[in-house]
């Protein structure tokens, strides 16, 4: 009886069980695995994915709200998180939909 001859190569596996190493995470995040083994040694990991951000007209017309309200809001230091970007304000999308949750949680407690 023959022995069946092993395979050369394992199979893949699922994208969910795939072990991550510097040239993996290197590929996918585009840094090269040198930057990777510095940041590495330094107690730090590559940047988390950029997040979307909004432009105040966009947040104007998903809250309701006038962009000279928001501008007035950003001065002052209230209203969503506001990150300049160079003159333009930019609006965090995660943040932004924290902030509208935090307006209805705060309106639905004082019913």
């Not at 090269?32 to 951000?53: D, I, N, Q, V």
């Not at 962009?67 to 995660?94: F, N, Q």
């Amino acid at each position: 009886m023959a022995r069946k001859k092993p395979a050369t190569t394992p199979p893949a596996a699922p994208e969910s069980d795939r072990l991550l190493t510097r040239a993996s995470v290197s590929e996918d995040s585009g840094f090269t695995p040198e930057t990777l083994s510095r940041w590495h040694s330094a107690g730090y990991g590559p940047p988390a994915k950029p997040k979307r951000l909004l432009r105040r007209s966009e947040v104007s017309a998903r809250a309701g709200f006038t962009v000279e309200t928001l501008s007035r809001w950003a001065a002052a230091g209230h209203g969503p998180k506001c990150i300049m970007v160079g003159r333009c304000a930019r609006y965090p999308e995660d943040e932004f939909e924290r902030w509208i949750e935090s307006l209805s949680a705060s309106t639905s407690a004082s019913e």
